[in-house]
């Protein structure tokens, strides 16, 4: 029997280096394989510090991807000083298992397109399509999903649907809708986490 592998996933921490501190402390205690950061690091690009680091510190492998607050560049300079991976556009084999994501969401400053976020998905999951078991991260959670529901606000992205559709992953680990923290649901045969701020933590 193939050992699991376990994650924990968090999202918008917005440069609270408190929450942060905390996390990294649980990932140590329950002995993590990985660290999932969903976006939203940082609150408006500004307090950076103390997000990343408390989880390296204790030897904790981390991904992340930027939120609608943060551009690629700062995702990418918090990935680069803590020798963390961005999956945005982008991804990574672990323990068997194949992670791909895309930053950013269809609002806010940092905006990306419905056709760019399907585009950027592609690019990762086209890496790790022969992976077994497959997890595909994004801050911005999809259209037609609970965490919409929870939000009159925040619509939900037509092209992270799409992209469940087509590349039918395992889990997607999302965030961004504050008020839809720790629910799941499922779409097709995709299990989905609105991991929030306070984390959760999942084994596949």
């Not at 999956?87 to 990574?92: A, E, Q, V």
């Amino acid at each position: 029997m193939e050992k699991k592998m376990k994650i924990l996933a968090s999202s918008d921490i917005h440069g609270d280096a408190r929450a942060a501190e905390q996390l990294a402390e649980q990932a140590e205690k329950e002995n993590v394989d990985l660290v999932v950061l969903c976006g939203d690091l940082t609150y408006a690009e500004s307090s950076t510090d103390g997000i990343v680091g408390p989880f390296v510190k204790r030897k904790k492998k981390v991904l992340l991807i930027p939120g609608n607050h943060e551009t690629v560049a700062t995702a990418d300079f918090l990935a680069e000083v803590y020798g963390a991976t961005n999956l945005h556009g982008y991804s990574i084999m672990c323990k068997g298992v194949g992670l791909f994501g895309c930053g950013g969401a269809n609002i806010g400053l940092h905006q990306l397109g419905e056709g760019e976020i399907m585009d950027l998905l592609e690019k990762g999951y086209e890496r790790i399509r022969e992976a077994k078991k497959k997890i595909m991260v994004t801050h911005v959670h999809p259209t037609g999903s609970l965490s919409e529901r929870f939000s009159g606000f925040f619509p939900g992205s037509e092209g992270v649907r799409k992209a469940i559709e087509r590349f039918r992953p395992d889990i997607l680990l999302c965030g961004h809708v504050h008020e839809a923290e720790g629910i799941e649901e499922v779409i097709g045969k995709t299990k989905i986490f609105n991991v929030g701020k306070k984390g959760k933590i999942i084994e596949i």
